[in-house]
């Protein structure tokens, strides 16, 4: 991955450089048809000084962690290395121009006609003067084309360090979202399945019919479990079916001491929801409302439209402890909402009469932002 990127940088840079060269070439033919012999010569030590320095520029920034995102402190040091390789620049060019002769011929030294100055001291101070004037004219023509370089790499980076982000950011979520899927799966107790089983047990001899019909029940219900991680939303009516099953059974255990109702608007049958969310709450309920008294508890289930949402109420008789609204099935019903519907959905548990609790889940109409 390294090498890759290290060629398409290189890639990049010579594809960059070669066009700034092929456009200051193509323009100046426009502008001037016939160009100075030293045109070329000059623009080809340009293009190779451009190479280099901004290659050394491109070193420092990762030396010294110049990448995005940066502090303000990073701005500076970054300012700082622009000016240090636009100085670079623009003198190295200069040095070579005047090495090579890489400049117009036809400038005279007739201003130097003092008698105290001796030929070769004209010559040194003419050839300063020149060099000096050559690195001022690259100063200020040249750096833009770094400062443009710059701007481009930085902005390449920041891309980079976005796309980056957001790709974590969505690994991240998947990641989330099969933990806890898995996660739901596994909640199915297994308490409840060696109570089904001996209840399944108990009724074989007693009743034979309604044994084979509790084994189906069952067998939903684990099938159910094991697909939970297969699919992020399944129909109302299935999840309800589901629940059902498992109320079926746990009357098997309870008998008259568990008492069901369902206030159901067939409109919402065919809404989606996340699968096994239902299952969670009514367990909830039995746990906290059989589980932990001694008397008859009811469980009621409604279902209905509002303002555009799916409002599941599950309601049991009992009173709501503090430690139960941070238990780990509701936590994991809030962390799933908040993943599948980016905020659009609602889950609360409060005491909603002196004797009831009630569980309520708002969700969009089939709107689910994957």
Same mark, same amino acid.
């Given at each position: 991955m390294k090498k890759l990127h290290s060629s398409f940088y290189w890639t990049c840079q010579l594809a960059g450089w070669f066009s700034y060269g092929l456009t200051i070439i193509f323009f100046s033919y426009i502008l001037d048809k016939q160009l100075s012999p030293i045109f070329y010569p000059r623009m080809a030590i340009n293009i190779v000084l451009g190479l280099l320095i901004t290659h050394l520029l491109r070193t420092a920034m990762l030396r010294?962690? &110049?990448?995005?995102? &940066?502090?303000? @402190? %990073? #701005? #500076? %040091?970054?300012? /700082?290395?622009f000016v240090v390789s636009s100085i670079l620049y623009s003198a190295l060019a200069s040095f070579i121009f005047e090495i090579f002769k890489l400049y117009d011929a036809g400038k005279s030294m007739t201003n130097y006609s003092l008698p105290d100055l001796s030929i070769q001291q004209i010559a040194q101070d003419w050839r300063s003067a020149r060099v000096v004037k050559r690195f001022l004219i690259s100063l200020i023509f040249d750096t833009p084309i770094l400062l443009i370089w710059m701007s481009v790499y930085i902005l390449w980076h920041y891309i980079e360090f976005s796309n980056a982000e957001e790709i974590q950011k969505i690994k991240l979520e998947s990641t989330?979202? !099969?933990?806890? *899927? %898995?996660?739901? %799966?596994?909640?199915i107790n297994p308490h409840f399945i060696f109570n089904a089983l001996n209840s399944i047990r108990a009724l074989v001899d007693e009743n034979p019919i309604r044994a084979r019909q509790a084994i189906?029940?069952?067998? @939903?219900?684990l099938r159910s479990s094991i697909l939970v991680d297969k699919v992020e939303i399944a129909p109302f009516e299935k999840e309800l079916n589901i629940v059902k099953d498992y109320l079926? *059974? !746990?009357?098997?255990? /309870?008998e008259d001491r568990l008492k069901i109702e369902y206030d159901i608007d067939s409109n919402t049958l065919v809404n989606q929801m996340p699968p096994m969310m239902l299952q969670t709450l009514v367990e909830n309920a039995i746990k906290h409302g059989l589980g932990k008294h001694a008397? =008859?508890?009811t469980i009621k289930i409604s279902s209905k439209y509002e303002a555009q949402k799916h409002v599941l109420v599950v309601e049991n008789t009992g009173h709501l402890e503090a430690e139960e609204q941070g238990g780990f099935g509701l936590k994991s019903t809030r962390d799933r909402l908040n993943i599948l519907y980016r905020g659009n959905a609602q889950f609360d548990i409060y005491q909603g009469?002196? =004797?009831?609790v009630t569980a309520k889940l708002v969700i969009p109409i089939s709107n689910l932002k994957n």
């Open positions: 010294f962690g &110049m990448r995005p995102p &940066m502090t303000s @402190n %990073k #701005w #500076w %040091k970054l300012f /700082f290395l989330i979202k !099969e933990l806890q *899927l %898995k996660t739901i %799966k596994s909640q189906t029940e069952l067998s @939903n219900i079926a *059974l !746990e009357y098997i255990r /309870f008397g =008859d508890c009469l002196p =004797d009831v």
